[in-house]
């Protein structure tokens, strides 16, 4: 031990006054330094020395003879070559592939769950402070079940539910009105006693009440009403009453018309004979078939959708049917509103159409079916 330390140089500062553990950092220094195998350099001339061009290290071959001028070390003698260092790579994504296919699938189970818990939250909110009169009592109505009785007495099929009545759109047009007053009657001195445009309107208001009262969507329109430009309904009857010319005879009846240019066993046609059939029914005045290019060639007809029924209805002569046409506007009313009722439950447009009302029962004309051009 004595040796050891006598060996040791003084430490390179040559201060006394270093430190005990300066001085024993320094012994442990040398002794490492002693330890380490020939060639090896120390930590610190590692650091400190220059760099230098790489040498290359070769292996002496079999056939190569030893040097006797350089020596052997007993342990490079007896060192085997170590083996290259083994070890196993884990793909890098199948890890993150296993824990990505349960993730996903636990995050669409907690959004359905989540999704499920608000809509039931929101829909019992919503239930307790909606007021019950918040929805239309004539809408309610209409999504009512049918009734048995009515069901049972036109022979229909019932549905779970009706049929809501205002998604049809029908139009009643009140003749001349908004434009002219028509056909006029007029006493003795000349001064007129009745005008068409007021038994018109008188019948037309009361027809799209009657409508109206059963759900469906009317539209009250004038003669030139700008909605008829191109207007799309299930039906469209437009009203007016005939001339109070003095032909010299007895001249009586009502008249219905489509459009001369719509197709003769068509909607249109459907819609004519059930208006004439129903208005016949109730109104006791004789069908006139005296048809006029003014209705046939109806102006209206080049107006509207292509696709909408229209017919116009002459109700009566105004001198020869004047009683009625003057005193009974709603028999009139109920006579033409059960023409509509016969259109929409035959055409198929309202299929689980029943009479609307007790009173409402309608007629439906027995139309023959054309025989096509090819079979004749």
């Known amino acids: 031990m004595s040796d050891e330390i006598k060996d040791n140089p003084p430490p390179e500062n040559g201060k006394a006054g270093d430190s005990a553990s300066a001085i024993f950092a320094a012994i ?81 189970l907690r959004t359905i769950f989540v999704v499920g818990i608000s809509a039931g939250l929101v829909a019992t909110v919503l239930t307790w402070f909606t007021d019950p009169q918040f929805l239309n009592p004539a809408v309610v109505k209409g999504l009512q079940l049918n009734d048995p ?12 539910v009706a049929t809501p009545n205002w998604h049809y759109r029908i139009g009643i047009i009140s003749g001349h009105r908004g434009e002219d007053s028509g056909a006029v009657c007029e006493d003795s001195y000349g001064y007129p006693e009745l005008q068409e445009v007021d038994v018109n309107f008188a019948v037309a208001q009361r027809v799209v009440a009657k409508l109206k009262a059963d759900n469906f969507t009317v539209d009250l329109l004038d003669e030139n009403d700008p909605r008829l430009d191109n207007y799309q309904g299930v039906a469209l009857v437009s009203i007016h009453a005939n001339t109070c010319y003095d ?130």
């Not at 230098?52 to 052997?72: F, G, I, R, Y």
């Not at 009785?149 to 019932?158: C, D, E, H, K, V």
């Open 247 to 376: 032909f010299g005879e007895f001249v009586s009846g009502y008249i219905v018309a489509k459009a001369e240019a719509r197709p003769d066993f068509g909607n249109d046609t459907l819609l004519r004979e059930c208006v004439a059939l129903n208005f016949g029914g109730l109104v006791p005045l004789e069908r006139s078939f005296v048809l006029t290019l003014d209705m046939t060639d109806y102006h209206v007809f080049r107006t509207i959708h292509p696709l909408t029924p229209a017919v116009i209805l002459e109700m009566g002569y105004m001198l020869a049917d004047r009683e009625v046409l003057e005193n009974e506007p709603e028999l009139l009313a109920q006579a033409v509103t059960n023409g509509i009722y016969c259109y929409l439950g035959v055409s198929g447009n309202v299929s689980s159409l029943a009479p609307a009302r007790a009173d409402a029962r309608y007629l439906v004309p027995l139309l023959e079916t054309p025989t096509p051009e090819w079979r004749r």
């Open 149 to 160: 009785m009515l069901m049972a007495n036109t022979g229909a099929t019932p549905t779970p």
């Open 28 to 108: 442990m220094r040398e002794a490492a330094e002693k330890a380490k195998p020939k060639g090896a350099k120390s930590a610190s001339e590692s650091a400190t020395a220059p760099p230098q061009a790489s040498q290359k290290t070769t292996e002496p071959s079999a056939d190569a003879e030893p040097n006797p001028a350089q020596p052997v070390d007993d342990n490079e003698r007896t060192a085997a070559p170590a083996e290259p260092q083994r070890f196993r790579r884990i793909p890098h994504g199948s890890l993150h592939q296993r824990r990505g296919g349960s993730g996903l699938a636990g995050g669409f």
